[in-house]
T-cell receptor, first 110, second 115 residues
Framework: AQRVTQPEKLLSVFKGAPVELKCNYSYSGSPELFWYVQYSRQRLQLLLR??SRESIKGFTADLNKGETSFHLKKPFAQEEDSAMYYCALSGSGNTGKLIFGQGTTLQVKP | GAVVSQHPSWVICKSGTSVKIECRSLDFQATTMFWYRQFPKQSLMLMATSNEGSKATYEQGVEKDKFLINHASLTLSTLTVTSAHPEDSSFYIC???????????FGSGTRLTVV
């Protein structure tokens, strides 16, 4: 079954601390993995996707097929990073359908 | 670019009535749109895939007769919640994009409250 698991509902760190938001997935084929972010009172927006292998706002994520993980990392958290983060999976076939994890609230304290 | 507008942002309706939610792609043509539902403090669950000019594809467990989807043009998809009941109260979100292009853009969502 296709599934995305984000084990932490809430992650609270101090400003300047490293951040790692965990994401594990279950999919039999070759999935595309994404991270979406939702800031307070704003719509969901794409943060990054594994095929781009890019760094956005200092965040990076590497797809580890062996561990079926796509953890989101940032070396030094900023207060403006506080938001809800969703890991999502799109299966093969390029359908565009997304399966979302439960989401992790990142709280960066001053 | 790739802006998706969703309307209304919130709606309150009486039990038994129908409510229509619109999802528009403002600066691009969307051959495919997706409708999601989000319960409080829960994740987004895909309800259906809306394809321009053809019938929508519903996910397992979603009642197609209750959640009518129409995608009559390349810029507009509508979700109609028919004979709404309190259990239909939720946050509905659409996303739109072009086939073979990832990173679909999301609308701002519609908060439906059925009383």
């Amino acid at each position: 079954a296709q599934r995305v698991t984000q084990p932490e509902k809430l992650l609270s760190v101090f400003k300047g601390a490293p951040v790692e938001l965990k994401c594990n997935y279950s999919y039999s084929g070759s999935p595309e993995l994404f991270w979406y972010v939702q800031y307070s009172r704003q719509r969901l927006q794409l943060l990054l996707r594994h095929i781009s292998r890019e760094s956005i706002k200092g965040f990076t994520a590497d797809l580890n097929k062996g561990e079926t993980s796509f953890h989101l990392k940032k070396p030094f958290a900023q207060e403006e990073d506080s938001a809800m983060y969703y890991c999502a999976l799109s299966g093969s076939g390029n359908t565009g359908k997304l399966i979302f994890g439960q989401g992790t609230t990142l709280q960066v304290k001053p | 670019g790739a802006v998706v507008s969703q309307h209304p942002s919130w709606v309150i309706c009486k039990s038994g009535t129908s409510v229509k939610i619109e999802c528009r792609s403002l600066d691009f043509q969307a051959t495919t749109m997706f409708w999601y539902r989000q319960f409080p403090k829960q994740s987004l669950m895909l309800m259906a895939t809306s394809n321009e000019g053809s019938k929508a594809t519903y996910e397992q467990g979603v009642e197609k007769d209750k959640f009518l989807i129409n995608h009559a043009s390349l810029t507009l998809s509508t979700l109609t919640v028919t004979s709404a009941h309190p259990e239909d109260s939720s946050f509905y979100i659409c996303s739109a994009g072009l086939k073979y292009v990832y990173g679909y853009t999301f609308g701002s969502g519609t908060r439906l409250t059925v009383v």
